[in-house]
């Protein structure tokens, strides 16, 4: 089971650090990964991490903005958003897949198992 949270509202050029915790059998996971979805617009990948080696992955839209990290102790992956743009509003899901993939994780939301509620992220202009 998974668990989005820290979306808010915040203005253009801020920051937001959205958290996935995880509960179950953390150990057996492979990558995990943040899907957004804006109005009207198809759900996207934004960031993945692989569990065990912290292999990362980024879309280009957000690459130098956005940083996913993660803290095994904890069993959390976090996303750190900063210089958010207007474009960055959506609902963020994150997204946890278990069977061994090449890199850090697809990038195609059916390929992961299970996800989180979601978590809005608004940046107003």
């Known amino acids: 089971q998974l668990q989005a949270s820290g979306g808010g509202l915040v203005q253009a050029g801020g920051s937001l650090r959205l958290s996935c915790g995880i509960s179950?059998?953390?150990?057996?996971?492979?990558?995990v990964a943040w899907f957004r979805q804006a109005p009207g617009k198809v759900r996207e990948y934004v960031a993945a991490?692989?569990?065990?080696?912290?292999?990362?992955g980024y879309a280009e839209s957000v690459k130098g903005r956005f940083t996913i990290s993660k803290d095994n102790g904890k069993n959390t992956v976090f996303l750190q958003m900063n210089s958010l743009e207007t474009e960055d509003t959506a609902v963020y899901y994150c997204?946890?897949?278990?069977?061994?993939?090449?890199?850090?994780?697809?990038?195609?939301?059916?390929?992961?198992?299970?996800w989180g509620q979601g978590t809005l992220v608004t940046v107003s202009s």
């Open positions: 997204a946890l897949r278990r069977l061994p993939y090449v890199g850090s994780g697809p990038r195609v939301a059916g390929e992961y198992d299970y």
């Open positions: 179950g059998r953390a150990s057996r996971t492979y990558a």
């Open positions: 991490i692989t569990w065990s080696g912290g292999s990362t």
